[in-house]
């Protein structure tokens, strides 16, 4: 694969960033070694999302993820060379993996432009992994220091101004989720893809099992307090502060007092919110307590889902 992909990489420099087959949706990856901290480089196909680009980590449908995805994971600020505008250039982008509802979306679009993406994945028995390059301003470059509002999108007024009142909006999803009650505020179709946000109310005693995910979760509490265990170490939080849960460390929370505590969660990049609202259980408000004869019934749905949306039950 090295040859192939050296010679590819060859072709696209040669050809102002087009080759026979991949017309100018080729990118190349500038990486570091998660392991090695070698400089490397990578050739991958991409589709343009705005001004971000996607690419999946097929490996042609192999059973492990390629060594260029585990790279970004570790060490997601990267570089590419990329055709823009036409040309050749080098653009400073931000990796970061999708998952739920803007996977799905960007899967759609990868598999709809290229179609052989869709038999990788039927070939292959993990999730490809769909990666959004977005493009970033360094520091100190002249973008940054001399007006680096010029590089900002322009305002997209197909967007509207979410506001959610969770006490007296009838049409808010609320979930029963292993006996604590989420109410849905925002999904990932109302941020553009960036972000959900959970309204949680949890009983004395209530709270999931261990459990860890490749996404950020950060909670604020509203009311009452909760242990968070966190690799082993278990810190209280209560009202007014904030805990930031970083992606893939494990973790649980439990309400160890014997009152209601109520927090917001917020997920990057979002899809729990979309994970809980398949299989949890419908409540009428945001404080009606789940039934417990449903509760091992519907956890029980959550564990076929838990793969699709990154989550892995310890």
């Known amino acids: 694969m090295t040859a192939f992909n050296d010679s590819v990489i060859a072709a696209f420099r040669t050809d102002d960033g087009r080759v026979r087959g991949w017309g100018d949706r080729l990118v190349l990856i500038h990486h570091r070694g998660a392991k090695t901290g070698r400089d490397l480089v990578n050739p991958a196909m991409s589709l343009r999302d705005g001004t971000d680009w996607l690419v999946v980590g097929s490996k042609m449908g192999a059973p492990s993820d390629p060594q260029w995805v585990v790279d970004l994971r570790a060490r997601p600020a990267v570089e590419i060379e990329a055709v823009v505008q036409g040309h050749l250039a080098v653009v400073p982008v ?3 993996e999708l998952g739920g509802a803007e996977r799905d979306r960007a899967w759609r679009m990868v598999t709809e432009a290229v179609p052989s993406f869709a038999a990788y994945q039927a070939k292959s028995g993990r999730l490809l992994p769909v990666i959004r390059l977005r493009p970033r301003l360094e520091p100190g470059t002249q973008a940054a220091d001399e ?15 979410a506001i959610r009142r969770p006490d007296t909006d009838s ?6 989720v292993a006996g604590d009650t989420y109410t849905i505020l925002l999904t990932g179709n109302d941020t553009d893809g960036r972000y959900g946000l959970i309204d949680m109310h949890v009983p004395p005693g209530g709270g999931p099992p261990l459990h860890r995910h490749d996404f950020e979760e950060m909670f604020h509490i509203l009311e009452g307090e909760i242990a968070f265990t966190f690799r082993g170490e278990t810190v209280t939080a209560r009202v007014g502060e904030t805990v930031n849960i970083p992606a893939r460390a494990p973790h649980r929370f439990k309400n160890v007092s014997n009152a209601t505590a109520r927090m917001l969660a917020m997920v990057t990049p979002p899809g729990l919110e979309e994970f809980f609202s398949i299989w949890g259980e ?12 449903q509760t091992a019934e519907r956890l029980g749905r959550s564990v076929p889902l838990a793969h699709r949306y990154r989550i892995e039950n310890l």
């Not at 409540?283 to 039934?291: H, Q, Y």
Request: glycine letters at 6%.
């Open 94 to 96: 931000t990796a970061t």
């Open 147 to 161: 007006g680096a509002e010029d590089a900002m999108a322009p305002d997209d007024p197909s967007r509207s101004l």
């Open 171 to 176: 049409t808010l999803p609320h979930v029963g």
């Open 282 to 293: 419908p409540l009428p408000d945001r404080t009606s307590a789940p039934n417990p004869e």
